[in-house]
């Protein structure tokens, strides 16, 4: 399974994108702020993560789906992220809620997404039917 993420709508203090799921729309997305600037997935030339606050550098990274321990439920999982740990994909609202993770849902209200728990569900589903087929599930961050 490949899942890509468009951002696009890098603000003050949050960015917008679009998720796709094998080349199909699946929903809109709200991180953090970027502050991978010049966009090369890693942070360099004066960039500087600030914990809480700052959205995963570009890249693709492989997804597993586990036990969150801070949410007790499945929740797709990106791997080996530079200079972060624990980076999830799961529900929320605003930008106060990422925490450096991937918020899934509608982004039909200004520096926000809702609706997001039934795109959640939905996600986690399809990542545990790709496990259990035997794919790898990735994520490309555009």
Do not use: W
């Given at each position: 399974?490949?899942?890509?993420?468009?951002?696009?709508?890098?603000?003050?203090?949050?960015?917008?994108?679009?998720?796709?799921?094998?080349?199909?729309?699946?929903?809109?997305?709200?991180?953090?702020k970027n502050r991978?600037?010049?966009?090369?997935?890693?942070?360099?030339?004066?960039?500087?993560?600030?914990?809480?606050?700052?959205?995963?550098?570009?890249?693709?990274?492989?997804?597993?789906?586990?036990?969150?321990?801070?949410?007790?439920?499945?929740?797709?999982?990106?791997?080996?992220v530079p200079d972060?740990?624990?980076?999830?994909?799961?529900?929320?609202?605003?930008?106060?809620?990422?925490?450096?993770?991937?918020?899934?849902?509608?982004?039909?209200?200004?520096?926000?997404?809702?609706?997001?728990?039934?795109?959640?569900?939905?996600?986690?589903?399809?990542?545990?039917?790709?496990?259990?087929?035997?794919?790898?599930?990735?994520?490309?961050?555009?």
């Amino acid at each position: 399974m490949k899942m890509l993420l468009k951002r696009r709508f890098l603000g003050d203090n949050y960015t917008i994108g679009t998720l796709y799921i094998d080349g199909i729309r699946f929903c809109d997305t709200l991180e953090d702020k970027n502050r991978d600037v010049n966009k090369n997935g890693k942070f360099d030339k004066g960039e500087k993560k600030v914990q809480g606050e700052t959205c995963i550098p570009y890249g693709t990274y492989k997804v597993t789906l586990n036990l969150s321990p801070r949410f007790k439920r499945p929740l797709p999982r990106l791997m080996d992220v530079p200079d972060f740990d624990g980076v999830l994909i799961h529900r929320g609202n605003t930008a106060k809620d990422t925490q450096g993770c991937i918020l899934v849902g509608e982004n039909k209200v200004k520096g926000k997404v809702i609706n997001s728990t039934p795109y959640e569900v939905e996600l986690v589903r399809r990542c545990a039917d790709a496990i259990a087929n035997h794919q790898e599930i990735t994520i490309e961050i555009v």
